[in-house]
């Protein structure tokens, strides 16, 4: 399997493992994180972004729209193995708190 194809792989999985996870949960993802994934998913998918920034009345759309910018022209390949990294780092954070939690339970 070439490089490109296993970061294709790892990154389909990490999409997979987000989109089956149930909208409440005893996780609550911060707007940070879910728009971190969020733009690391666009750049991966979509590529660049190019569109134009939204309105002052459309206030998530433009969360989005910037949190999609910020990575500027970084490559598909490069966001995919990000987005990969960062449930890695996210799913670690979680482990941690939960031992922490049960710790002090
Ligand atoms: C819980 C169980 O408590 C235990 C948790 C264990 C912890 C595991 C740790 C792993 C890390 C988790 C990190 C969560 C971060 C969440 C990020 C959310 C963005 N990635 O197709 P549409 C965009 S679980 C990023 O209509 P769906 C898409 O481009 C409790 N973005 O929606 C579109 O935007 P636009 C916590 C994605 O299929 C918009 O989303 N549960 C992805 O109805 C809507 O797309 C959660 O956090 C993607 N993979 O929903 C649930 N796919 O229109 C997390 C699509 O601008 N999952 N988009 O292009 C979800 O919220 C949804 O499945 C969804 C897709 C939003 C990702």
Redesign the pocket.
């Known amino acids: 399997m070439s490089e490109i194809e296993d970061c294709l792989r790892r990154f389909q999985a990490a ?1 997979d ?3 089956s ?9 911060s707007y940070e ?2 728009l971190r ?2 733009g690391l ?2 750049q991966a998918i979509c590529g660049p972004c190019t569109a134009s920034r939204p309105g002052f009345w459309d206030p998530v759309g433009r969360y ?1 729209w910037d949190a999609w910018n910020q990575f500027g022209d970084m490559s598909r390949e490069s966001a995919m193995a990000a987005y990969v990294d960062e ?1 890695k780092k ?2 670690q954070e ?1 482990i941690d708190t939960m031992q922490i939690n049960e710790k002090t339970a």
Do not use: C, D, E
């Open positions: 999409v493992v987000i989109q996870l149930p909208k409440n949960g005893s996780y609550r993802p994180v879910m994934f969020y998913y666009k989005k449930i996210v799913a979680v």
